[in-house]
């Protein structure tokens, strides 16, 4: 059994005195490409990285719920019948947004305890946040036995973020968390959410390189990029009418009407059309087995995020060239919002722990700060297991 299930069922057992009902997991993510493409209805291809939220649980008399944080050795007590946002432990407001919006929405739930833990890094854009929404959502319906969909699950889980949380983010992070395959990246059609799981060759790893700078920028940059792209639909449905977004406009269609837009909105709306092409044919690539064919187009994501969509920074460059200099590794990329966090990379199983070495202490000599470097496969979703 996964360590940090163990773990948690014997604090549960140590802090309790009792066996949990229930025990889930829930993975974080990383995104291969589709970058900046989710909220204009378009495509992206994350997996689940093989780091993970973690809860045990029972059910309680009364309605009190018991929430123990292992890592933040700190626990919150609620009424289930009244939540409210916790400014002190932020850490509870995310088990406490799901709570709300499921009896919100009319599901029966009662008091229980909880014991969590998790190892996925925080705040480094690998979606530890959609983690704890998906486990905590998962625990409810499996304590309570809730009639509740997958999708449905994952919808709540968005608006937890979005609504009580109080962070603006797609949908594509709960989705992967819940229910990404083993071994296979997920493709995901934002618009209709509908998705595939495409085989990613176990010869390779997935490594994640964490910058280790804060994405200050991110959240003012990410509101005007959203803003230009909805220019850019306004704009070319003068002679497009009937486009609600960037996903309906065809490159030659795009090429064809150019002219009519701001150069700026030109090059963010070429990035997005681009990027949503990219990931179509990425997804043919990896189904043939092409990694190195996938590489070359994270390769060119890269560079369209760093001089058209311009979300980069010198780091995550310097993160990039580096990888794409070291023996085995077939591609790099920026990934997440920008302005810092992580790269994703491509890399042979057995060149993987050379090349983490290698990049690891030729960015330090650049940077002067030492990245963290995390190697995964890609994981199991949420969905696939309780642990009773
Ligand atoms: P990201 O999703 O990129 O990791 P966020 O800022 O969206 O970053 O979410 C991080 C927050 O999620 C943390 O500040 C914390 O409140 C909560 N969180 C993440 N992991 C854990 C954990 N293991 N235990 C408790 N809370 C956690
Ligand atoms: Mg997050």
Redesign the pocket.
Known sequence: MNKLISEVKKSFGELLGCDPEVAVRAPGRVNLIGEHTDYNDGFVMPVAIDRFIAMAASKSEGEEVELHSLDYTSSVRFPISHIEYDHQNLWSNYFKGVAYLLRQDGYKIGGCRVVLKGDIPQ?A??????ALEVASALTLKSLFALPLPDKKMIKLCQKA?NEFVG?R?GIM?QFVSCLARQGSALFLDCRELSYGHIPFSDEFRVMICNTMVRRELASSQYNIRRGECEEGVRLLAQKLPGIKALRDVSLDEFLQHQHLLPQVVAKRCRHVIKENKRVLEGTEMLKKGDMHGFGRLMHLSHYSLKEDYEVSCPELNCMVELAESTKGVVGARMTGAGFGGCTVNIVHRDRAEAAQRSISSRYKKEMGVAPEIYLSTPAEGALKGVFL
Do not use: I, N, P, T
């Open positions: 705040g854009g690998l979606s530890s946040s959609a973020e962070v983010c992070d």
